[in-house]
């Protein structure tokens, strides 16, 4: 890893008037992941922030019942953040005004996503081929909305244009008030290892007062004391790091803390997780819908276990709550030794 010095902060972290204390962890806008069932299990191990499924500014303003659903917040998620994407000026000021009157936390808009249906659309990830609409869809949003507005975006389009020290400064000047940077370009997408030394400098930058959150490979207690300690962010967000291990949470806090790794969960614990989680996936969504949504965690929840493949094909293919249970029973049985 490159290490970036820095001089620390160790003062608390605010985003408008909430204070989410030091070195908080946020957990990232995902979709299809960071529904309802799972936002509350990551805040039950320590997340500080949460975030929706990323929103279509389009959809929500045509009240497509799918989106309208990933809206749904509750009192025992907060502090919570609606992130937004569109590339039209007055859709996403539309959509801010319509999420914020489900009272969210905050607003965050994506110009990070770096998926081809949307980037190339001239949404997420796209619209750093075009910063001053980026900053334009900004500016509007903030001034047409009551709550703090964030955004996510990354360290640039490709590797000759990473300009994320300029697109900082330009979105803190028309008002946002917390800037999330994944360290990697949209031409990366996932591969590769994020550049933690933009984020350090953009964090260091003397013109740069709003809170800076870093993104990109947060798996674990020790990278995530590793990002803290050499590039100063606030905060550290955590996206895939946290599929199917919802506890990574408590994990990092507990090191940040004491300095101490916990110890894995056991087999029992970790399969009665996974169960409560397919059973509130289903008592939210309904059986068939339930478990669709939950097969991305099962897909890497036990991953490490020796000889696993065939139990995971099973656990993936399984239709109904008795099947999954049955494989659930398996693998506590063929396991806790």
């Not at 907060?78 to 969210?104: C, S």
Request: glycine share 8%.
């Amino acid at each position: 890893m490159k290490v970036y010095l820095c001089t620390l902060n160790y003062t608390t972290v605010k985003i408008g008037t909430i204070d989410f204390g030091k070195e908080p962890l946020f957990l990232a806008p995902m979709e299809d992941v960071t529904n309802k069932v799972f936002r509350q299990l990551c805040k039950s191990y320590g997340a500080d922030l949460v975030y929706t499924e990323f929103v279509s500014a389009d959809a929500l303003i045509r009240e497509i019942d799918k989106t309208i659903k990933k809206i749904d917040i509750g009192e025992d998620e907060r502090p919570i953040g609606i992130q937004l994407y569109g590339k039209d000026i007055d859709t996403m000021v539309e959509a801010a005004r319509i999420a914020e009157e489900v009272n969210p936390d905050l607003i965050d808009i994506n110009f990070g996503c770096p998926v081809k249906k949307i980037a190339t659309k001239g949404a997420g990830a796209g619209l750093l081929r075009d910063i001053p609409k980026m900053i334009a869809i900004t500016q509007a949003v903030v001034k047409a909305v009551n709550k703090p507005v964030t955004v996510k975006t990354r360290l640039g389009w490709d590797e000759s244009s990473k300009n994320i020290i300029e697109i900082a400064e330009r979105l803190q000047d028309v008002g946002i008030q917390a800037l999330t940077i994944h360290g990697r370009t949209r031409a990366q997408m996932y591969s590769g290892e994020a550049d933690w030394t933009l984020i350090g400098k953009v964090k260091n930058n003397p013109r740069i007062s709003i809170p800076i959150i870093g993104n990109g490979d947060v798996t674990d207690p020790l990278k995530a004391k590793y990002f803290f300690n050499n590039f100063g962010v606030d905060a550290l967000m955590i996206g895939r790091g946290a599929i199917g291990r919802p506890w990574i949470f408590r994990e990092i806090k507990h090191f940040l803390n004491t300095g101490e790794l916990l110890p894995d969960l056991s087999i029992p614990e970790h399969v009665e997780l996974i169960r409560d989680f397919v059973h509130k996936s289903i008592d939210w969504l309904g059986e068939r819908r339930g478990i669709l949504h939950s097969r991305r965690h099962l897909a890497i929840t036990f991953k490490g276990l020796d000889n696993f493949r065939p139990i995971k094909i099973k656990m993936l293919q399984a239709e109904n709550i008795q099947e999954l249970e049955a494989v659930f029973n398996e693998i506590k049985v063929r396991w806790n030794n």
